[in-house]
């Protein structure tokens, strides 16, 4: 139970820094749509997560399979997260020209 609860927590604590990343990588309209595609996944994710973790059951007799199957699908988004990389010059505001009088 206190490894669930320690695994909740991390899962839980990622979210909000998990949300900026669609308007950290783009900007107006392709902020919008990162985000619902964001969305969408994750709801595609709470339909096929289940069933496959079941389905794994029904055919191991345990639930190893399919928690091995949840913790590497976390696992590989945490990879695809190290790769995209972490670039500071996208943190700083737009410089502006001066408007003219």
């Known amino acids: 139970m206190a490894?669930?609860?320690?695994?909740?927590?991390?899962?839980?604590?990622i979210f909000p820094a998990f949300w900026t990343l669609p308007t950290t990588f783009?900007?107006?309209?392709?902020?919008?749509?990162?985000?619902a595609a964001v969305g969408s996944i994750g709801n595609l994710?709470?339909?096929?997560?289940?069933?496959?973790?079941?389905?794994?059951?029904?055919?191991?007799?345990t639930d190893f399979a399919g928690l091995t199957?949840?913790?590497?699908?976390?696992?590989?988004?945490?990879?695809i997260m190290l790769v995209l990389g972490h670039n500071p010059a996208l943190e700083r505001p737009a410089q502006t020209a001066p408007a003219a009088a």
């Open 3 to 13: 490894a669930i609860c320690i695994a909740g927590w991390g899962f839980f604590s």
């Open 26 to 35: 783009l900007s107006g309209a392709g902020a919008a749509a990162g985000i």
């Open 45 to 61: 994710g709470g339909y096929f997560g289940p069933k496959i973790f079941g389905q794994l059951r029904d055919w191991t007799g």
């Open 69 to 79: 199957f949840l913790a590497s699908c976390a696992v590989i988004g945490a990879v």
